[in-house]
């Protein structure tokens, strides 16, 4: 009887086991897809378009215009930086800023009026720009220059009246029509003393006066004859 040869039972091959991972921080699924993680730019230093420094260049020329008083350049410079580069927000904002001190000194200063027409014509802008404490500002100053103006005292009623204060318009308006009867027919219809309308003392100052008496005719005296001598 033959023997057969005992075949040995094959092995298993031992499976290729991966080492086991060191512990440490778990990569975030984000950081898994997008590969080795970069570090990010410090907060405190952000990424500038390369056109930001060509504008800060305008920028401060025009900065240097402006504190040498050459405001026509600077508002050149300024508005450059506006029309050139519109993405610079930040910038802009500050631009805008000194446009604006720009514009305020280059705009010629008035001189303040001097004389009694010139404080007259100066109340009268005031007034009709509801600039009411300047223009009571220049009209004191023609009272107490000419105090027989009745012009001046007209208006000093007309602005304490849009003011509502109904004493002082009504005394400032009983002297200009003591000085100027026409103001009375004036003010009778005049829609800038409407806030005094219900006052009784200014209807009463509204009021026409009794006419005059009639001058009576001198006495004649009786002619005196000469004595012969």
């Known amino acids: 009887m033959a023997f057969m040869a005992k075949q040995r039972r094959p092995?298993?091959?031992?499976?290729?086991?991966?080492?086991?991972?060191?512990?440490?921080?778990?990569?975030?699924?984000?950081?898994?897809?997008?590969?080795?993680r970069v570090p990010p730019a410090p907060p405190t230093s952000p990424q500038r378009r390369s056109t930001y420094f060509e504008a800060v260049v305008i920028y401060e020329r025009g900065l240097q215009a402006l504190q040498r008083h050459a405001y026509d350049e600077a508002t050149s410079l300024f508005e450059s930086v506006l029309r050139q580069y519109p993405d610079?927000?930040?910038?802009?904002?500050?631009?805008?800023?000194?446009?604006?001190?720009?514009?305020?000194?280059?705009?010629?200063r008035q001189a303040a009026p001097q004389t009694v027409d010139e404080r007259l014509y100066a109340a009268t802008l005031a007034i009709n720009g509801g600039q009411y404490d300047q223009a009571i500002g220049h009209l004191r100053l023609v009272r107490d220059e000419?105090?027989?103006?009745?012009h001046a005292l007209y208006m000093l009623a007309v602005a304490h009246a849009q003011r509502d204060e109904h004493a002082e318009a009504v005394a400032h308006l009983e002297r200009a029509i003591?000085?100027?009867?026409?103001?009375?027919?004036?003010?009778?219809?005049?829609?800038?003393?409407e806030p005094l309308r219900d006052d009784d003392a200014f209807r009463a100052a509204l009021e026409a006066p009794p006419a005059p008496a009639p001058a009576r005719p001198p006495l004649k005296r009786p002619l005196k004859a000469r004595t012969a001598r």
Do not use: F, H
């Open 11 to 36: 092995q298993p091959r031992p499976s290729k086991v991966s080492p086991v991972p060191q512990p440490g921080p778990t990569p975030s699924v984000e950081a898994a897809e997008l590969g080795p």
């Open 88 to 108: 610079e927000k930040e910038l802009l904002e500050r631009v805008r800023l000194y446009l604006n001190i720009c514009a305020r000194q280059a705009t010629p």
């Open 146 to 150: 000419d105090p027989d103006n009745d």
């Open 178 to 193: 003591a000085l100027n009867p026409e103001n009375r027919a004036l003010a009778r219809t005049d829609p800038d003393l």
